[in-house]
C-alpha cells in the first residue's frame, strides 16, 4: 500500500471517516483482550502442574514395574529355595525311616547313614536359613511396591483435580473469546476493507495496529508528539488516516487529542 511521509507522520492512501477511524480503537482493544485471553490459556498454571504430575507418574510407573519385575525374581528364588529344603527333608524323612525300621545292621553303614542325616539337617537348617532371607527380602520388595502404588493413586488424584481446574478456567476462557470475538465480527463489520486490511498488516508485525492520540501523546509507543507533528495532523483531512512513523500504528484521533 503506498503511502506519502510528512515529517514524522505518514499519510497512507487509505481514507476513512473520523467513526470508522474511532472503531479502529475499538477493534484494537477486542485483539488486546484476545491476546490476552490467548496467552491465559496458554500460561495456565496448571499446565505447569499437569506436566509435573505426568512427570512424576512416569517415575512411578517405572518403580512400579522395577518393583514386579523385583518381586518376580524373588518368587522364581523362594519357589527354589523351598523346593531344595522339600527335597532335603524328604531324603532325612527317608532316611530316618531306614534307621528306625532296623534295616541297616552294618555298623559301617549304619555310620554312614546317621553321618549322612546329620548333614542332611545341616543342609536344611542352612536352605531355612536361605528362605527366611528371600522372605525377608520378598517382603521388604512388595513394601516398596505398594508404596510406589500408593504414589501412583495419590498422583492419579492429584492429576484429576488439576486436570479438572484447568477445564474450568479454560472454559471460561473460551466463553470470554467466543463474546469478544462475536463483538469483533460486529466491530469489523463497520469498517472498511481497505482500512481493516491495513490494520490487519500492521497488527502482525507490531502486535497492536491502531492508538488513541490522547494530549499529544501515541497511544502505541507513548510518546508525546512534536509542535509540528500535531501541526502536520491538525492540517491533514479528517477521512486521511494517520500513521506514526515512530511505532507505524494508525494514528486515530480523538476528542482529547490535543489539537
Known amino acids: 500500500?503506498?503511502?506519502?511521509?510528512?515529517?514524522?507522520?505518514?499519510?497512507?492512501?487509505?481514507?476513512?471517516?473520523?467513526?470508522?477511524?474511532?472503531?479502529?480503537?475499538?477493534?484494537?482493544?477486542?485483539?488486546?483482550?484476545?491476546?490476552?485471553?490467548?496467552?491465559?490459556?496458554?500460561t495456565q498454571p496448571e499446565i505447569a502442574e499437569l506436566a509435573a504430575l505426568n512427570e512424576r507418574a512416569a517415575k512411578v510407573r517405572d518403580a512400579i514395574t522395577i518393583a514386579d519385575t523385583n518381586l518376580s525374581d524373588l518368587d522364581r528364588e523362594l519357589s527354589r529355595a523351598e523346593r531344595d529344603v522339600d527335597q532335603v527333608r524328604v531324603r532325612i524323612d527317608r532316611d530316618n525311616e531306614r534307621l528306625t525300621a532296623g534295616q541297616v545292621s552294618n555298623a559301617r553303614e549304619l555310620e554312614s547313614l546317621q553321618s549322612e542325616v546329620a548333614s542332611l539337617r545341616r543342609r536344611q537348617s542352612d536352605l531355612e536359613e536361605g528362605v527366611l532371607e528371600l522372605m525377608e527380602k520378598r517382603e521388604a520388595a512388595q513394601a516398596l511396591r505398594d508404596g510406589a502404588a500408593a504414589e501412583a493413586e495419590t498422583v492419579a488424584a492429584d492429576t484429576a483435580a488439576v486436570t479438572a481446574r484447568s477445564d474450568v478456567g479454560v472454559a471460561d476462557i473460551v466463553a470470554q473469546t467466543e463474546k469478544a470475538n462475536a463483538a469483533r465480527a460486529t466491530v469489523v463489520a463497520d469498517i472498511p476493507a481497505d482500512l481493516l486490511a491495513l490494520y490487519d498488516k500492521i497488527r502482525a508485525t507490531s502486535g497492536l495496529g491502531a492508538a488513541a492520540l490522547r494530549r499529544g501523546q501515541c497511544g502505541g509507543c507513548r510518546e508525546m508528539l512534536s509542535t509540528v507533528e500535531l501541526n502536520e495532523i491538525r492540517a491533514a483531512a479528517p477521512d486521511e488516516v494517520v500513521r506514526h512513523e515512530e511505532c507505524r500504528r494508525i494514528l486515530v484521533r480523538t476528542a482529547d487529542s490535543g489539537l
Do not use: W, Y
Open 1 to 42: 500500500m503506498r503511502q506519502r511521509a510528512r515529517g514524522r507522520l505518514t499519510l497512507a492512501f487509505v481514507k476513512a471517516s473520523p467513526e470508522a477511524q474511532l472503531r479502529l480503537l475499538e477493534l484494537a482493544d477486542l485483539d488486546t483482550e484476545l491476546s490476552r485471553l490467548g496467552h491465559r490459556r496458554r
